[in-house]
């Protein structure tokens, strides 16, 4: 899938450009060969013939010229030359932050963001340095296919940068984790979660080796450690397949656990935080508690969705002993729908919010903000302390559980070249701007949603690392403190990698039929979302 994924947004990307340069070609956007009317004045002399000047555009010429809006007469400095015959000036000019858009864009074209040609056809002399001329800039194409270029260029080193940020923190939480798993301290985690275990999987015996495995990956996943879940998963596949009587199709218990961990609950978002903290976020740690929100909403939708598909398909003429036999939890799945519609249809949400109205307004934020700057230095203290407790060798453990984290991250470049380089293009080439994003507003814009977090919403069902790859070139771009960084890193870390973990979950004890497991994982992603969306904008909007 996600070769797909990546090839949709290669083809996209240059579809998009190839489409716009070909527009602005046939159009003449940039006015190729079409002189404009400008005032040259020459400056002091320079060596070897060449002299500073500044060329002078009044605004009614430039915004005729260029379809602007410019309320002041355009100057841009640069270093013109005359020809041989002193009839034109060879121009090289320089453009700034504070130039004209267009302009601005001109100079893109050359490669870089400040250079632009142009050749000055003298008309009249107003006076010893001053110069009436016409002015044909640099002739303009495939501009979107240079910018693809540059950015995909760009952004490869981008992606590297990235990884090496990630190294320190993976490299500490893990080996933290190591010290923890040593000492026994996962396991105890293990048993403490084992009651719930016996309520979601019924089919299984309580002393059956799937209950540890099962539990030690969703103690692995709300810990924020996606690699180290994996194989405690993949254990738990084999050990479900072992009670299966049907090979091939997935069973109530896989389809269950598969919700769990597409859902992604998770205590500490720890990729998420890594990211934030290399892009230099002030409170790298301020998306703990709105992830957990939205992974709380993801891990009960889907949890529901499971449970309530598993009691289909309806055997012929059994749908009395069907309602009979699963009254009561139809009871209770519609009445906290019910609950829930009527909630926020008649208002009543705004009543309870009015109950703690007499808090100061920043409290819950205050809240959140404390347990997110505690929680961290908390968990490394209990999980090192305990480990001394029990007399691990703390250290060498803390080392070995380290190199790991330092694999994992080196391990990540060439995935994050692969989809940071394709979304460069994506992005570049236009198809966000131009065909993406003006579609989804439509749906969009009435929930509050900003267009640009929907490639991450979008992407983070499809693939780990290029939802990691999208949410850093989205924050690279916004910023990781503004609402849409945090928007996108709480998106990361209320969701999993629902396709991905289908495909490797089952793919390993080769299921074919996954039955409603896709769409036990796609309910849990959108809750998730917008368990996200809710909470971030109640906090951070």
């Known amino acids: 899938m ?24 046939t159009q003449n956007t940039y006015n190729n060969n079409v002189p404009i009317a400008a005032t040259i004045k020459s400056m002091s002399v320079k060596s070897g013939g060449g002299f500073d000047c500044e060329v002078e555009i009044t605004k009614d010429s430039y915004n005729k010229f260029f379809a602007a809006n410019e309320s002041e007469n355009v100057r841009i400095d640069g270093v013109g030359s005359f020809s041989e015959d002193k009839k034109s000036i060879q121009l090289y000019l320089k453009t700034k932050e504070t130039s004209p858009e267009f302009i601005q864009r001109i100079a893109k074209a050359s490669g870089k963001d400040d250079d632009i040609l142009a050749t000055a056809n003298i008309t009249s002399r107003k006076d010893s340095i001053t110069y ?3 002015v044909y800039f640099e002739k303009i194409s495939f501009l979107r296919m240079k910018r693809v270029t540059n950015d995909a260029i760009g952004i490869a080193g981008t992606a590297v940068q990235i990884a090496l940020g990630l190294i320190g923190i993976m490299a500490m939480w893990l080996g933290v984790m190591k010290v923890a798993e040593q000492a026994g301290l996962i396991k105890i985690i293990a048993n403490w979660l084992r009651p719930i275990t016996k309520k979601l999987f019924p089919e299984v015996p309580p002393d059956h080796p799937a209950v540890g495995a099962m539990v030690m990956n969703i103690s692995a996943n709300m810990l924020g450690l996606g690699n180290a879940a994996t194989p405690f998963g993949l254990k738990a596949m084999e050990e479900l397949d072992s009670l299966n009587p049907n090979k091939g199709t997935a069973t109530n218990s896989m389809v269950t656990f598969l919700a769990i961990n597409t859902a992604g609950m998770t205590i500490i978002p720890a990729t998420a935080i890594a990211v934030r903290a290399a892009a ?11 992830s957990l ?10 949890l529901t969705v499971a449970k309530l598909f598993e ?20 009871i209770t799945v ?13 208002g009543f949400s705004s009543v309870i919010a009015s109950a703690f109205s007499f808090l100061p307004p920043t409290f819950f934020k205050d809240m959140i903000q404390i347990i997110s700057t505690v929680a961290i230095p908390f968990f490394i203290f209990v999980f090192i302390g305990y480990g001394v407790i029990k007399k691990v060798k703390v250290y060498e453990q803390f080392v070995e559980g380290a190199k790991e984290g330092f694999n994992i991250a080196i391990r990540i470049i060439p995935y994050l070249v692969a989809m940071l380089v394709a979304i460069a293009i994506f992005r570049a080439g236009g198809a966000m701007d131009n065909w993406l994003i003006p579609v989804l507003r439509i749906v969009t814009d009435p929930i509050g949603m900003p267009a640009e977090a929907l490639p991450m919403a979008l992407m983070r069902p499809l693939s780990g690392s290029g939802s990691l790859g999208v949410m850093a070139d989205i924050i690279a771009v916004h910023g990781p403190d503004s609402f849409i960084g945090i928007l996108v890193s709480t998106f ?50």
């Open 2 to 25: 996600l070769n797909y994924v990546w090839i949709s947004l290669l083809f996209l990307g240059l579809a998009s450009a190839l489409f716009i340069d070909i527009s602005d070609i």
């Open 132 to 134: 009436l001329s016409k």
């Open 280 to 290: 230099g976020s002030a409170d790298p740690t301020i998306i703990i508690a709105t």
């Open 293 to 302: 929100f939205g992974s709380t909403c993801a891990t009960i939708t889907g």
């Open 311 to 330: 009691r289909f398909p309806i055997e012929k003429n059994g749908y009395g002993s069907w309602f009979k036999s699963n009254l009561k939890f139809l």
């Open 334 to 346: 519609f009445s906290l729908i019910a609950i829930l519609v009527l909630t926020f249809a008649t």
């Open 492 to 541: 990361f870390g209320s969701s999993e990698t629902t396709f991905y973990v289908l495909a490797v979950y089952f793919g390993a004890v080769n299921i074919k039929n996954t039955r409603h497991a896709l769409a036990a994982g796609l309910a849990a992603d959108v809750a998730g979302m917008l368990g996200a969306l809710f909470i971030v904008k109640l906090l951070f909007g």
